[in-house]
């Protein structure tokens, strides 16, 4: 036990020298002062058990020393010394705080007896005091233990009612609303907030808020460790902000753009199974700030909140997973029942449909598109959207869809998928159009997005033998990455079922054309044949009336001829003239008619037809005429075609004898190379088609497969020649045209003629009327004149004569040599196409002869060849008196260079 330490205050010297070695032998520390003062100053400086004080002191009364001392150490005894004490002193001295007092002169066994005394009650009281104090911490121990226990009663109560509360539903927003709901009662916070971490964007997201500027907050993002609550997700610590302009992780842009003020901010991480998944952040207490407390409870709610939370996420992943996996089995019975509709379809148009059908059920769009052989132009082939939309489109750009050619280079919708080969998720389509569609068409694209008004899709390469031949499209937001495996597998079945589809049509087609070829082959055998016979009929034929027609002209010419004479020959020229109209039918549908072809316009020439049909058709029929866009210019002999046309006329106004409309149409088309033509081997270009139909009485099978055949006829005998469907048959051949039928019993025909489309800019022959001139006459020159028929050749020679000509007569080409060396001089050599030779044989000695071929058949080719060779005509039999003289006296006139 450590020495009491005893101060003695008193001026005696005596005093001070008999106690102090007496105390110290007593095993006390013994300090001595002279005045109060001195006194005072030695009890400032250190704790004194006992003080022996002198009533009397040089500056002061002892008894006033009493309470100063007692202020320094209220513990300390003190004993009053004094030699003249009265009772009231004595009182008075007790009263200050006195232990004791002893009387001088001092006797040493009572100072030591007053000292141990005073200093054991001192010990009692120090102990005493001790005791009291650890008493009373004892028992504010237990107080401050029983009001946290209280209080942890009141938490664990609050925090089970909160942890029921959230575990009650798992859905995740109901436990998110649920947490803000008792963390602003816990707290009493102006807003609370939950923030969850986005894997899959690694950034935080604010999934729930309430409170003030909870619409502003809900749905923010943060960057990982942007912001208190993204800090707190990064690092995994609780966060206590009393201020937050002071901390430099505060996110200030929030104050800023939402007019909310953020004064305090607790945050705390929410974790589960070792990983942090979020922040609960509670803003702004409504008393005071933000304490320790506070966070310890917001800390304690964190763990129930962060298992509720991570269950409600488990339990909409499950449902999520529920969800998608019956929707990816009624996808794939979806794709199964259109790949068996796809198995069945036979053409490329079915399988889409089949497709389009099935996938409509699950509400998809779907689309197909080809990509040509370069792979630089992606072409629709199937478009599901809604039908009028597609149809304002249309009209918005002037143009078929079909039609419309997009450059994969430009085209970012599908380029990945065709160059890459890959399945892709495209969102954004819209934008994505807008972006992609050719200059030409970015202005249409703003209302061509709005009419299509497309979601997103996933857009799958058609591959045939590792070639991408087109892309499947598939519109539909609920469309995910997880739908890509199904889509590509499907898109290889379509591609499948595109490719068989095509086979099969190119089959049908091989097969149709083959027949048809067979049958025009067939036809053709006939026509050639007939042809033949034609031909060397027509050759004599022309030889009789080219000696009837030039007599019977030449005799008209004559004066003085009696009017019954001039009647007949008058009778007998009209009858020749018939006769070769009808031979000229032979050589038509013999297609050896001679053809002078130019750039006419058909869009005239039709007006023309009908107006001269409606003053020579019957009145009951009534013609129309209906036109697409033109231009409708082709390369054609125009008076063959007013024949096609008025024969065709003709044979509908007898398939109509109760009357009727006669419709004529003009039209463009298209024939691509990749597609069946309307007639078989129609080769691929632009052509015009003039279709005349009728509303009479059609025709039979049987009446079809004759149709074309010469001197065929279903008239009675005496009203039809049989020659006018050949005829029109042969001139559309000659013109390498093509003609289609189509009839029914009872519903009329339609004849279809297909022509080449002028694209040149030769200029379009107009249709002028020829003026009758006045038949020319010869000065004397000298013809010879070689033909075999001796007939014509007498005839001739005649006509020519009479036309004042020389003429110089040869019967075959021997003959001809003969007499053009015995000549003094020939103008012209007429002669037959088989004696050419014979003529190239003059022309050896004068290369300036000039020469005119006379022939029954017409010229089909090499006419370049021919001038160049000295025949600067060739005249067709049967020709009148006029066209001989004029064809004569033109070639004399000629120059040598012409």
């Known amino acids: 036990m450590d020495k009491p330490y005893i101060l003695i205050v008193d001026d005696d010297e005596g005093t001070l020298k008999t106690l102090t070695p007496v105390l110290e032998k007593k095993g006390y520390e013994v300090e001595t002062a002279r005045t109060g003062q001195e006194g005072l100053e030695k009890a400032r400086g250190r704790f004194f058990n006992l003080t022996l004080l002198d009533l009397r002191l040089p500056d002061k009364q002892g008894i006033d020393l009493i309470t100063p001392l007692k202020e320094l150490h209220p513990d300390m005894a003190v004993i009053l010394v004094t030699a003249h004490a009265s009772m009231q002193t004595v009182v008075q001295a007790l009263n200050t705080g006195a232990s004791a007092y002893i009387t001088k002169p001092l006797r040493m066994n009572k100072v030591l007896a007053a000292v141990e005394e005073a200093l054991e009650k001192q010990r009692l009281v120090i102990e005493n005091k001790k005791l009291y104090n650890l008493i009373q911490q004892e028992l504010a121990e237990r107080k401050r233990v029983e009001a946290q226990i209280l209080q942890l009663n009141r938490e664990l109560t609050t925090l089970n009612k909160v942890s029921q509360a959230i575990t009650s539903t798992l859905h995740l927003q109901e436990t998110l609303t649920i947490i803000m709901k008792h963390v602003a009662q816990l707290l009493n916070t102006a807003a609370a907030s939950v923030v969850l971490h986005d894997k899959a964007r690694d950034d935080v997201w604010f999934a729930a808020a309430s409170g003030e500027g909870a619409d502003f907050v809900q749905g923010m993002r943060l960057a990982i460790g942007q912001g208190i609550a993204g800090w707190v997700v990064q ?158 489109i249309e009209a918005l750009l002037d143009l078929k869809i079909e039609n419309l050619a997009l450059p994969i280079e430009t085209v970012d919708l599908h380029r990945e998928t065709i160059y890459k080969k890959k399945t892709v998720l495209v969102k954004g389509v819209g934008s994505i159009i807008q972006q992609s569609l050719p200059q030409p068409l970015k202005k249409s694209a703003g209302k061509i997005v709005e009419l299509l008004d497309l979601p997103q899709h996933i857009a799958a390469p058609l591959i045939v033998e590792d070639e991408v031949i087109g892309v499947f499209v598939v519109h539909s937001n609920d469309l995910t990455t997880e739908d890509i495996p199904a889509i590509t597998a499907f898109a290889h079945q379509v591609a499948a079922a595109w490719r068989k589809a095509s086979l099969m049509q190119e089959l049908e ?25 034609a031909g060397g009929m027509a050759h004599d ?51 050896r008619s001679a053809l002078t072809t130019l750039a006419i316009d058909l869009e005239p020439f039709a007006k023309d037809t009908i107006d001269i049909l409606k003053h020579t058709i019957p009145k009951n029929i009534r013609p129309t005429l209906a036109m697409g866009d033109g231009p409708y210019i082709v390369s054609a002999d125009p008076t063959q075609m007013q024949q096609v046309v008025m024969n065709l006329a003709i044979n509908a106004q007898d398939a109509m004898p109760e009357g009727g409309e006669l419709h004529f149409e003009l039209s463009r088309i298209q024939v691509k190379p990749d597609e069946l033509p309307p007639v078989a081997k129609m080769p691929a270009g632009e052509w015009v088609r003039l279709t005349i139909s009728d509303t009479g009485s059609g025709m039979t099978d049987d009446v079809q497969s004759h149709l074309f055949e010469p001197f065929f006829t279903t008239k009675p005998v005496g009203k039809g020649t049989g020659l006018g469907l050949a005829q029109v048959y042969g001139i559309v051949k000659q013109h390498k045209g093509y003609i289609r039928v189509e009839t029914e019993v009872g519903r009329g025909t339609t004849f279809h003629i297909y022509l080449q489309a002028n694209e040149t800019e030769e200029e379009v022959q107009k249709r002028t009327e020829k003026k009758p001139s006045a038949i020319p006459k010869g000065h004397g020159e000298t013809i010879l004149l070689i033909e075999d028929s001796d007939q014509v050749r007498q005839v001739e020679q005649n006509t020519l004569e009479s036309l004042g000509y020389r003429v110089l007569i040869a019967a075959n080409g021997q003959e001809a040599l003969e007499v053009y060396r015995s000549a003094s001089k020939v103008n012209l050599v007429i002669t037959e196409m088989e004696d050419q030779e014979v003529f190239q044989e003059m022309r050896k000695a004068n290369p300036h002869l000039k020469g005119m071929i006379i022939t029954s058949y017409p010229l089909t080719g090499g006419w370049q060849t021919l001038k160049e ?13 006029s066209t001989l003289g004029k064809a004569i006296r033109h070639i004399l006139d000629m120059g040598a260079d012409q």
């Open 541 to 591: 034929f022309n030889n009789l009336l080219t000696t009837i027609m030039l007599y019977t002209q030449t005799l008209l010419r004559k004066p003085d001829l009696p009017s019954d004479l001039e009647s007949s020959l008058k009778v007998i020229s009209g009858e020749s003239q018939r006769a070769a109209d009808l031979v000229q039918k032979m050589l038509d549908f013999s297609r």
């Open 869 to 881: 060779q000295g025949i600067l005509k060739v005249l067709n039999k049967p020709f009148d008196l």
């Open 235 to 392: 690092h995994s610590e609780p966060v206590l902000v009393p201020d937050v302009s002071r901390d430099t992780r505060w996110f200030k842009g929030f104050d800023q753009d939402s007019g909310f003020t953020t004064r305090s901010i607790l945050c705390v991480p929410l974790r589960s199974k070792g990983e942090t998944i979020g922040a609960i952040e509670a803003v702004n207490k409504k008393s005071g700030v933000f304490d320790q407390e506070d966070l310890r409870l917001l800390a304690s709610l964190a763990a129930p909140a962060a298992t509720a939370i991570e269950n409600a996420q488990l339990y909409a992943q499950a449902q999520h997973e529920i969800t998608e996996r019956k929707r990816a089995e009624q996808l794939l019975r979806t794709l199964n029942a259109a790949a068996v509709a796809m198995e069945r379809a036979l053409t490329t148009q079915k399988v889409f449909t089949a497709v389009a059908e099935e996938l409509g059920k699950l509400g998809f769009l779907c689309a197909v598109f080809s990509v040509d052989k370069e792979q630089r132009k992606l072409l629709p082939r199937y478009l599901g959207y809604d039908a009028k939309a597609i149809k304002s």
């Open 509 to 533: 087609s091989s097969l149709e054309e083959l027949e048809q070829t067979q049958s025009q082959l067939v036809q053709a055998q006939k026509m050639e044949a007939v042809g033949r016979l």
